[in-house]
């Protein structure tokens, strides 16, 4: 491995933070709030240092590639941050072939989404704070995928879960809005307690808990065979936390609700970047997962699980954003399950594909909720196409990616997962099926958006429709960007089968990933097969062909589930379009019991304790001065009388002393 000291690190970093500082200190302080920040200055300073933190990764990434070495890296150890009872951890950043691809997607598909920001919220009074928090969150993010140390990866995990707390709840004199973040902050919370175990579970087995020290250990047998006992319960510690944040069951309820925020708030933090740090985490702890087949197979079918799920909610939404939200969840499930047959970097190639596509959803649904003054539900929508040409193409482009479409980016990353759940020695039969059965509805639920929003009768009101017009260029240009790399980025990774048929074209992502993130190629010799991977993907192909063009042509008409196979399942429809009632239930097992002890604890202490100490302290007081009101009787002698004796106790000690 070749380590190479550098800046580049450091100064990626620290750029959006001074945008932030800027923001959030300085302009509100010379114009004396932040209502006063003309929103042009704040989407320009914003834009400007995530740009130019963009530029920078190019030439990170620029001298990752034309190093010679196998697993070159960009370090530099800025200072020691913490040196106390044998734990030292130094703020060390490091760039290698993982974190500079996370760095690219962040700092350049975070460009995109500022400069669209600029003009989607131009007239919010709190453009200011926006664009701080914007920046803050990126600043996070880069931190969490550049740290070289558990403890700097934990201290991005939980700020990019701070900012999330800002910008979902951005709004936050809506009620709703402000609940939302709340909810949000707090389900994290829970999952980044399993983090915290197994953070400490690894510095008790290894006494480090830098990253690469870590790795390295794991190579030595003695050491592996020291850890065995307790490794599946550090791995399964982590994936705790990354069920939180990266929302999967049981935790996975907080990124629906988030869709309260700003629409660029939801693409970038919760399709981009911040929810996919969970995959991040167990790619680059990949040698430490390979050790625990029991984590992995939980991993993989919570994925599963958590994919054929929100999945199935996806079908029956009439919020835009509600069904890019479980699209998300759905989407990160089927990274999970890549990650848990041990496809590591298929799992990061999905992530990368998913970063382009569902960011251009997400930004698309922007557009249409912008030219409809608002209205997200699709119910109300309806015959866009020729009202909003350019938001059509690119959504268009986007939703045949998310859908497997063939060629589009979504096409390569998704049929490389599902080939890996049955081809791969962790793979299983019935994980395929599943994986199949996600990615038919995928393809349905998306071709059911695009037909509800763009085609049919129109279902928009007169006002509407008075004020229906294609959003400015500022917003447009992000959505081509993201469309062009949504349908050309899975090309990065090409499999073999296709790749001979196209000039011999190498799977480029893989052999970059090769050297930091362990993963088991395609195909694999000796590993029994039952589907030939051709046969895999012209399948899923065709799946996915006739799912959405069957979305599309069902709900030309406003159509809904119940309409399309009958009565007798409008009941189901009711389950889905209610989120399985897991809110509810959540409701009644956990929150309501949570607040019914607090009441009852708070009212017991207030009585007991609060009350008691102040009613027995007052009554003290009382009993005292009941006392001392005895002594003053108003009567002259008896005062006479008490200073005569007070003066004679005080010559008594005076002459005990001179004598």
Known sequence: METMHSVLPALILISPLVGFFINGVVLPLSLKGFAKTPPNTAGGVATAFIAFSFVLALFAFAKLSGSHEAAPSLIINCFEW??????????ELRIDKL?????????????????????YMHDDEGVGRYF?????????????????NLPLLFFG????????????GFWYTDTVKANAGKKAFIVNRVGDLGFLIGMFLLFKQFG?????????????????EQLMPSVTLICLSLFVGATGKSAQLPLYVWLPDAMSGPTPVSALIHAA???????????????????SPIALSVIAHVGALTALFAGSIAVAQTDIKKVLAYSTVSQLGFMFLACGVGAYQTAVFHLMTHAFFKALLFLGSGSVIHACSGEQDMTKMGA???????THVTMLVGSLAISGIPFFSGFFSKDEILYSSIALPGGVSYLFIIGVLTAILTAFYTGRMMSLTFYGDKRYSHDVEHHLHESPGLMIFPLYVLAALAAFGGFLGVPHLLGDYLGHMPHYLSHWLDPVVASKHLPLVGVKIPLHEGVVMA???VLAIISYFAGVKLFKKHMFVKDVVGSFFAPFEKVLSNKYYVDELYGVIVINPIKKFSTISANIIDKYIFDGAVNGIGSQVKKIGSGLRALQTGDIQTYALMMVMGLLVLIFFILKVLV
Do not use: Q
């Open 82 to 91: 913490f040196n106390f009872g044998g734990l030292n951890i130094p703020f």
């Open 132 to 148: 701080s928090y914007l920046n803050l969150f990126c600043f996070n993010m880069l931190l969490l995928v550049m740290g070289n």
């Open 384 to 390: 866009l196409k020729k009202h909003l040409p350019h």
């Open 273 to 291: 970047t911040m929810v996919t740090a969970g995959v991040y985490m167990i790619a680059r702890l990949s040698p430490l997962f390979e050790l």
């Open 99 to 119: 974190s500079g691809l996370l760095v690219l997607i962040i700092t350049g598909i975070g460009t995109l989404i500022h400069l669209y920001s600029t003009s």
């Open 157 to 168: 995990w939980e700020g990019v879960g701070l900012c999330s707390y800002l910008l979902i």
């Open 208 to 224: 480090t808990l830098n990253l690469p020290d870590i790795i390295n250990m794991l190579k030595d047998p003695m050491v592996v």
């Open 539 to 541: 399948g899923s192909s």
